[in-house]
């Protein structure tokens, strides 16, 4: 996640009308593991790519994957812990104080200070997340900086009301059911970096010591989510990135077999039904640099 120390790992991408787009990419050997991170001053809405384990306002470590959304209060300190072999990678919102203040981004804070919030991430807002990244990074002098930016201030609204209204609750230390907690935050470690493996309740069950049962009930509990949706969702959306890269990308038969699906037809068929279009109609799109094409843009715009 991105932090104040101006070491590379973070680019900005576009200023739009008070706020930054930026992507980070931060390695595994990076000196950002050992030590204590502090956002910046300004308040930033993230979303992640792989999966990195964050701690902050005192809670234990939870494993951030692409099926959330994190808002960080301005001057959060936090630690990452690495999960996946990729790092650390993301793209965020950097807001202005006012723009936080207008989108309810402030949290109130509280006696223990600035504060960082988690929601799970609709498939749509992570789909226009990553294609406002994709449409910006492929091309960033080239595009429309108008459409670009009433876009990108569009779906900041949008993400920074859907946390406001479902944030997620990661318990501090001493309370609920730690056992659980962390036998589910394995699990979702376990299945962001093994997106192809053909795992079964039986295999999860064994790894964590619980029954597949009891695994499938706390899972939910915990998260909300099956963890058979849950996995289909970060397959999903790590296929997005090669999926959107400009030029002529992978194949769409091997990305299928990469995140694990049986075959291109299975994948499409997925895709479609999370996303609202098939993934060649987003290599399109994003090949034609007008974001007023892109699936789905209008209602993103209107909502």
Same mark, same amino acid.
């Given at each position: +996640?991105?932090? !104040?120390?101006?070491?590379? &790992?973070?680019? @900005?991408?576009?200023?739009?009308?008070?706020?930054?787009?930026?992507?980070?990419?931060?390695?595994?050997?990076? %000196? @950002?593991?050992?030590?204590?991170?502090?956002?910046?001053?300004?308040?930033? /809405?993230?979303?992640?790519?792989? !999966?990195?384990?964050?701690?902050?306002? #005192?809670?234990?470590?939870?494993?951030?994957?692409?099926?959330?959304?994190?808002?960080?209060?301005?001057?959060?300190?936090?630690?990452?812990?690495?999960?996946?072999?990729?790092?650390? %990678?993301?793209?965020?919102?950097?807001?202005?104080?006012?723009?936080?203040?207008?989108?309810?981004l402030v949290s109130g804070r509280g006696?223990? *200070?600035?504060?960082?919030?988690?929601?799970?991430?609709?498939?749509?807002?992570?789909?226009?997340? $990553?294609?406002?990244?994709?449409?910006?990074? =492929?091309?960033?002098?080239?595009?429309?900086?108008?459409?670009?930016?009433?876009?990108?201030?569009?779906?900041?609204?949008?993400?920074?009301?859907?946390?406001? =209204?479902?944030?997620?609750?990661?318990?501090?230390?001493?309370? #609920?059911?730690?056992?659980? %907690?962390?036998?589910?935050?394995?699990?979702?470690?376990?299945?962001?970096? $093994?997106?192809?493996?053909?795992?079964?309740?039986?295999?999860? #069950? !064994?790894?964590?010591?619980?029954?597949?049962? &009891?695994?499938?009930?706390?899972? $939910?509990?915990?998260?909300?989510?099956?963890? #058979? $949706?849950?996995? +289909?969702?970060?397959?999903?959306? %790590?296929?997005?990135?090669?999926?959107?890269?400009?030029?002529?990308g992978s194949d769409l038969t091997e990305?299928? !077999? +990469?995140? *694990?699906?049986?075959?291109?037809?299975?994948?499409?068929?997925?895709?479609?039904?999370? &996303?609202?279009?098939p993934p060649s109609a987003l290599r399109?799109? /994003?090949?034609?640099?007008?974001?007023?094409?892109?699936?789905?843009?209008?209602?993103?715009?209107?909502?």
């Amino acid at each position: +996640m991105p932090d !104040a120390i101006d070491d590379g &790992f973070a680019r @900005r991408l576009f200023a739009g009308s008070g706020y930054v787009v930026g992507e980070f990419r931060c390695p595994a050997w990076a %000196r @950002r593991w050992r030590t204590e991170n502090w956002i910046g001053p300004r308040a930033h /809405v993230v979303v992640p790519g792989t !999966a990195v384990a964050i701690a902050a306002d #005192g809670s234990d470590p939870h494993v951030c994957t692409a099926n959330e959304v994190l808002a960080y209060d301005a001057g959060v300190c936090y630690r990452r812990r690495l999960v996946s072999d990729e790092g650390d %990678r993301c793209v965020y919102f950097e807001v202005s104080d006012e723009l936080a203040a207008r989108l309810g981004l402030v949290s109130g804070r509280g006696r223990h *200070g600035p504060r960082l919030r988690f929601a799970s991430l609709q498939s749509s807002a992570y789909l226009h997340h $990553r294609l406002l990244h994709a449409v910006i990074a =492929a091309a960033p002098t080239s595009v429309d900086p108008l459409s670009v930016d009433e876009w990108g201030l569009a779906l900041l609204a949008r993400t920074a009301a859907h946390v406001s =209204a479902h944030p997620r609750q990661v318990a501090t230390r001493g309370n #609920g059911a730690p056992a659980q %907690r962390r036998a589910v935050e394995q699990v979702v470690s376990i299945l962001a970096t $093994r997106l192809a493996d053909p795992l079964t309740l039986a295999d999860l #069950g !064994a790894l964590v010591h619980y029954s597949p049962y &009891f695994l499938a009930r706390v899972f $939910r509990r915990h998260t909300g989510s099956t963890i #058979g $949706r849950y996995r +289909m969702h970060l397959r999903l959306r %790590r296929s997005l990135e090669l999926v959107l890269a400009v030029g002529p990308g992978s194949d769409l038969t091997e990305v299928a !077999a +990469m995140y *694990g699906f049986s075959s291109h037809s299975h994948y499409t068929r997925a895709f479609r039904e999370a &996303f609202g279009c098939p993934p060649s109609a987003l290599r399109r799109a /994003v090949g034609a640099r007008d974001v007023r094409r892109l699936p789905g843009l209008a209602q993103v715009l209107t909502t």
